[in-house]
């Protein structure tokens, strides 16, 4: 019994010399001592400066205990994971930044008065106002893009997967791909440029036919993956019995794919709900309600952030506003996120 | 997404043409539903390759009356003065803002996204990498001007100590020399589009990662290959043209992106040869700047350089999409 427990302490020949589980651990408290140590020393004042130090520190003792113990390949594998490591780490601080600073600034002022009203009568520089007629704009103008934009894309995704071969199928597939790459700014452009031959001011419409062409693209994508999913045998079984291919697709591939085909819209609405460049561009951002989208500039959620933020000359007020004009806007987004993905996992094709 | 997988997907062709029974080739599209069903979704395939071609020639049209009047050399003149009589504009800093702004984003932005690809796919234990790749995805979800915000109130009081250390120890190299203005310049611009990228650059190659065949990666370890070995020798060769295209997809993002470089930048027409200095100015920045006080001829001139980003984009989305297409199975374009 004893003679056993001599040998298993033995190092094996077939598994090397390991460094203890514990060791990164250890290695890292000692280089966050020792960071520290330097810092103090050095009289470095940014915190930031100590963090890089006993990152580059952990590093380099990583590599050379493990060097030493465990041999130059182990040593490479040690250091290359704490590099993923840190790099992860590294894009966390920003990213949780963002979150937390927004939630925490955009709750100062976010309640119902703040939802319920227009910065009608309120400077930029002053406290008060909210974002009624922000939201408003923003759903007219987003609802109308949708209206628009989806039909087109799922029609497209149909002719594209279910009847579509040859030349003009093939051209279609590569500017779908080439039009997910347009800049929003571009969209914006576009629809300008008929504006200005037409000699149009700008209202709220304008902007919802350029959220379409930035829409399009997205539908088109994620509803041609959900019809490609349908299996062959649905159709053939319905072909078979003599059902029009049209009321097949309508009745047998649309129904089956429809959860798919919703998440890919949803997510569709929420990327362009935070469009801001075409909508600064056509529908030119308004203090008051108007919720006309055909007539007259509107506001528009994504576009009230940046006035608050550029128009304020740095007023308190106006960057509180901003920001729980941010947290509304994520709160909108993430939420048809959530819910896309529900559908999805609810309604996936089994 | 090729021809191949949509013929084994799509219902059976129909029988081969002959030149006596033409019109009985496709027994279905003789029905009046089916003409109008297949008439409707052709029509919207077709109307998207008018709204393509549209979109250029559009811009084009508009952009011909700017520039058959700019004063300038509209390639090469520091200037944006769309007001003078006659208007001298140029897009040269425009063009070497965004290249260098989108370069800056990408060297940052790259080696970090494929490290958490790796670790969401081959280091993080699997409780824990499930939550963080939901959390990306709703990330690459936040709206770019939250992002502007944030970069604008948040990062840019905090870039001080980095500007100042960089300065101290690289100044001499004249890259990163900093006169000590506001820290609104082609750096700070550049680290706030990698952050906005990071998640779709993130997302697309873990995609990748994921699909390397469980075969190779076992085969490296049976060899005895350390983690690390597996990753450069197995994961790294199979996804490489999946994260060139992947880096690509972001690169596009960066170089249109608008509202984060309009609220992040202090902007002016000059080229520095600091990235620490403020000043410069990208396409899309300039676009959203300058268009509130631009005049019918200046929002022309404003068409113009949006034509050049356009075109600009096209390339550099044409080319991931060549790469996609070589390695069909990595489809990024629902990312």
């Known amino acids: 019994m004893s003679t056993a427990a001599v040998a298993h302490k033995r190092p094996s020949t077939l598994r090397g010399a390991r460094l203890p589980s514990w060791s990164p651990w250890a290695i890292a408290a000692g280089s966050i001592a020792a960071a520290i140590g330097i810092g103090a020393a050095a009289g470095l004042h940014s915190r930031v400066q100590w963090g890089v130090i006993a990152a580059i520190l952990f590093v380099l003792a990583t590599y050379g205990i493990a060097a030493r113990v465990e041999g130059r390949r182990q040593a490479k594998d040690r250091v290359a994971t704490s590099l993923v490591w840190v790099a992860f780490l590294l894009a966390v601080v920003p990213l949780v930044s963002l979150i937390w600073v927004t939630v925490q600034r955009g709750v100062k002022v976010l309640d119902v008065y703040f939802l319920t009203h227009s910065m009608g009568v309120v400077a930029d520089s002053q406290p008060g106002g909210g974002i009624y007629h922000a939201i408003l704009g923003s759903l007219e103008q987003v609802g109308l893009a949708t209206l628009i934009g989806a039909p087109i894309g799922v029609l497209t995704a149909i002719y594209l997967v279910e009847y579509g071969r040859g030349r003009l199928a093939k051209a279609v597939t590569f500017f779908v791909d080439v039009m997910t790459g347009i800049p929003s700014i571009v969209a914006g452009l576009f629809i300008l440029s008929l504006m200005l031959m037409l000699d149009m001011q700008p209202f709220g419409f304008a902007g919802s036919l350029a959220l379409a062409i930035l829409m399009m693209p ?32 309508l009745k047998v591939v649309l129904p089956t794919s429809i959860g798919g085909i919703t998440t890919g819209i949803m997510l569709a609405i929420a990327r362009i709900a935070g469009e801001t460049a075409p909508v600064l561009l056509l529908v030119f951002g308004n203090q008051f309600i108007n919720a006309n989208p055909f007539e007259g500039a509107q506001a528009s959620l994504p576009l009230y952030i940046y006035q608050q933020y550029s128009n304020s000359a740095g007023a308190n007020a106006a960057y509180d506003r901003a920001w729980a004009a941010s947290l509304t806007l994520i709160a909108f987004v993430m939420i048809l996120n959530l819910v896309a993905r529900g559908i999805a996992r609810w309604k996936a094709p089994r | 997404m090729d021809i191949t997988t949509r013929n084994t997907q799509a219902p059976p062709p129909a029988p081969r043409p002959s030149a006596a029974g033409r019109k009985r080739t496709s027994h279905s599209a003789t029905r009046p539903g089916d003409r109008i069903f297949l008439g409707l979704s052709r029509g919207a395939g077709i109307l998207l390759l008018v709204i393509m071609a549209a979109i250029a020639v559009f811009l084009a049209y508009r952009a011909s009356l700017a520039i058959s009047k700019d004063h300038g050399n509209f390639l090469t003149t520091f200037e944006w003065n769309t007001n003078l009589n006659p208007p001298v504009f140029g ?164 170089l249109g992106e608008t509202m984060a470089v309009a609220t992040v930048l202090s902007p002016d027409f000059l080229i520095h040869g600091s990235l620490l200095n403020p000043g410069g100015g990208t396409f899309a920045q300039n676009i959203a700047s300058k268009f509130s006080e631009a005049t019918e001829y200046g929002r022309d001139a404003l068409i113009a350089s949006g034509l050049v980003l356009f075109v600009i984009t096209l390339l550099v989305n044409g080319a991931a999409r060549m790469i996609i297409a070589r390695r069909k199975e990595y489809s990024g374009a629902n990312a």
């Open chain 1, 218 to 249: 997205v539908v088109v994508r994620s509803t041609e993956e959900m019809l490609k999913l349908v299996p062959n045998e649905l159709r053939e079984a319905s072909l078979a019995l003599g059902v029009p291919k049209w009321r097949t697709i």
């Open chain 2, 91 to 254: 897009i040269a800093v425009l063009a070497f803002g965004t290249v260098v702004s989108s370069v800056v984003a990408m060297v940052i932005a790259v080696p970090i996204a494929v490290a958490i690809a790796l670790f969401l796919t081959h280091y993080a234990p699997r409780r824990v990498s499930g939550p963080i790749g939901y959390v990306i995805d709703l990330l690459a979800a936040v709206p770019s001007i939250v992002y502007g915000l944030w970069g604008a109130l948040v990062l840019v009081p905090n870039l001080n100590g980095l500007f100042s250390w960089l300065n101290d120890y690289l100044g001499w190299t004249g890259i990163f020399s900093w006169d000590g203005g506001a820290p609104r310049s082609m750096l700070t611009v550049g680290i706030l589009l990698a952050i906005m990228i990071l998640p779709i650059i993130t997302n697309v190659s873990r995609e990748v990662f994921r699909q390397v065949p469980r075969m190779h990666e076992e085969a490296a370890l049976a060899l005895g290959a350390t983690r690390w070995e597996v990753v450069r020798m197995a994961v790294l060769p199979f996804g490489r043209s999946g994260v060139v295209s992947a880096s690509m997809l972001g690169l596009g993002r960066a």
